[in-house]
């Protein structure tokens, strides 16, 4: 999907708990037994079977593969090995897709034409990337592809449903993107930092230039920033006095919780910068919008985990690679 994918802690939680299986309803999980035949979870009365999640799993670790190299798989962030990651990641996005479809029915979202032919397609071409291993140790068929590519676009399409008509005004102010540069001095003491930055600050209106003095003086590893006021990078109140200065201002010392700073003004208004933000600031506020409404959605949906398939199940990581992953075919035919 093009939006950041929201992680569904009820399927997280689910994936820790011990038993054959387990139910939440009303923010509470019990024992529960009857799942169908290579049924992995459900949400609502909305289900998932285990090839799903392999192919889900084993296209997010081609991704990575790409990207980081083969052996990725075994490395460890944390205590946790990358593959147990990226399993949980599978399986957030697949319950929020499914949850998404839920949500769609609810609203009366549905999928056109176009769009479910999009699906058929998508679904020919990853079949026809996958080697008879796959198939047969995956389990997978166009029909279960096709189902898949349905439901994912249909959770894409409920997105763009529900945040479709929000178009927040977002002043040019609000997203401006100030530039400067910093010579930040640190001591052991405020009073030896503010003695350093007054010579620096005499050096520069004597016309030394501040790119020299930022060599001799720096004590962080950057010098050359960009942000807008909203940032969490630094402090208020230094981001604030860098907002208060024009284009080629430089700023007396500046004590702030940063440490003393000293700051040149680079540019006061960088437009092509403030413009990029202001879309994604945009894009936050529709995001925040839609987690609203998500997130009340599903708050008391019942779900629950087949934690006997998932623990029986073959690692997806020994299978073959899948040529054309699901989420590339996807983002290709859909763009």
Do not use: H
Request: hydrophobic letters at 35%; proline letters at 2%; one cysteine or more.
């Amino acid at each position: 999907m093009k939006k950041k994918f929201i992680a569904i802690i009820l399927i997280l939680l689910l994936i820790l708990s011990a038993g054959c299986g387990n139910k939440r309803s009303e923010g509470q999980i019990v024992l529960t037994t009857g799942f169908e035949n290579g049924e992995l979870f459900f949400i609502g009365d909305s289900k998932c079977y285990l090839p799903e999640a392999q192919i889900y799993i084993r296209s997010l670790e081609n991704d990575y593969e790409s990207l980081y190299g083969e052996d990725l798989l075994e490395r460890k962030t944390g205590d946790i090995l990358v593959s147990d990651r990226l399993s949980d990641m599978a399986l957030s996005r697949l319950a929020e897709v499914k949850a998404l479809g839920l949500l769609a029915a609810k609203r009366g979202v549905t999928l056109n034409e176009g769009e479910i032919d999009k699906c058929s397609q998508a679904a020919a071409r990853c079949m026809k990337s996958l080697s008879d291993n796959n198939i047969s140790d995956i389990d997978v068929s166009q029909d279960l592809l096709f189902s898949m590519y349905r439901d994912y676009a249909l959770a894409d399409k409920v997105y763009y449903d529900i945040t479709g008509d929000i178009d927040p005004e977002i002043s040019d102010d609000e997203a401006r993107i100030v530039t400067i540069q910093r010579i930040l001095i640190l001591k052991d003491s405020e009073s030896e930092a503010m003695e350093t930055a007054n010579t620096v600050f005499a050096k520069l209106n004597e016309g030394a230039s501040f790119e020299s003095l930022a060599d001799d003086y720096n004590d962080a590893d950057e010098t050359k920033f960009s942000f807008s006021k909203d940032t969490d990078e630094f402090s208020p109140e230094f981001v604030n006095a860098c907002f208060e200065l024009s284009t080629g201002d430089v700023s007396s010392p500046l004590i702030t919780k940063e440490g003393v700073s000293i700051v040149k003004c680079i540019s006061s208004y960088d437009m092509e910068e403030t413009d990029a933000n202001k879309i994604r600031m945009v894009e936050k506020k529709k995001s925040e919008a839609f987690d609203e409404i998500y997130s009340a959605f599903t708050k008391d949906l019942p779900s629950g985990f087949n934690n006997e398939l998932w623990s029986e199940q073959k690692p997806v990581s020994s299978q073959p690679v899948i040529k054309d992953n699901f989420f590339s075919v996807y983002s290709d035919i859909f763009k």
